[in-house]
Antibody, heavy 122, light 107 residues
Framework: QVQLQESGPGLVKPSETLSLTCTVS????????WSWIRQPPGKGLEWVGYLSSIGSTTYNPSLMSRVSISTDTSRSQLSLRLNSVTAADTAVYYC????????????????WGQGTMVTVSS | DIQMTQSPSSLSASVGDRVTITCRASQSISTYLNWYQQKPGKAPNLLIY???SLQSGVPSRFSGSGSGTDFTLTISSLQPEDFAIYYCQHSARTPYTFGQGTELELK
């Protein structure tokens, strides 16, 4: 059974760096792509970026200058760093597995972590 | 970016009702459209991918249709566990974007 578990500080000060980790069990990094998706309180979902099965990254242009996604395959962990945070970055952050769906020619987020709430406040 | 617009934003219905939620893309996305269900305090759950393919384990009362810019999610007979928020998401190209959500409430 595939499981994703996010972890990291629940409170970050403005202008500092948000750092989160997603620990993956039951799946190989090389068979999927791995995304971060966030959801401000009471609002909708925003795709942050992904790390592909070959280790390349693609980010949402709205965050590109501040975001970095990486992996430590030895620990089966995906990481997110978001610099220079403001209150607008307050959200639940989810890691999600992206699967290329054979026959459909497209992809979807088929497994999600439970999410971790990050508040940006002094 | 491709904008995704859902309607209605909220919907009141009763157990046993048939309901339809609409998602419109700002440009053609072929059938690169997914639907998710989110319950309070939980992560979204994939229901439909590629506009009309049912994800494994999802009840058959859920169905999807559409192509190009207009898509629908239909629940044929609402069950108590179906009251939740539903999101569409395109996977045509990055940045992937989601609709604003449709809250399905018990009448």
């Amino acid at each position: 059974q595939v499981q994703l578990q996010e972890s990291g500080p629940g409170l970050v000060k403005p202008s500092e760096t948000l750092s989160l980790t997603c620990t993956v069990s039951g799946a190989s990094f090389s068979d999927y792509f791995w995304s971060w998706i966030r959801q401000p309180p009471g609002k909708g979902l925003e795709w942050v970026g992904y790390l592909s099965s070959i280790g390349s990254t693609t980010y949402n242009p709205s965050l590109m200058s501040r975001v970095s996604i990486s992996t430590d395959t030895s620990r089966s962990q995906l990481s997110l760093r978001l610099n220079s945070v403001t209150a607008a970055d307050t959200a639940v952050y989810y890691c999600a597995r992206g699967a290329w769906l054979v026959g459909a020619g497209t992809s979807a987020f088929d497994v999600w972590g439970q999410g971790t709430m990050v508040t940006v406040s002094s | 970016d491709i904008q995704m617009t859902q309607s209605p934003s909220s919907l009141s219905a009763s157990v046993g009702d048939r309901v339809t939620i609409t998602c419109r893309a700002s440009q053609s996305i072929s059938t690169y459209l997914n639907w998710y269900q989110q319950k309070p305090g939980k992560a979204p759950n994939l229901l439909i991918y590629a506009a009309s393919s049912l994800q494994s384990g999802v009840p058959s009362r859920f169905s999807g249709s559409g192509s190009g810019t207009d898509f629908t999610l239909t629940i044929s007979s609402l069950q108590p566990e179906d009251f939740a928020i539903y999101y569409c998401q395109h996977s045509a190209r990055t940045p992937y974007t989601f609709g604003q959500g449709t809250e399905l409430e018990l009448k």
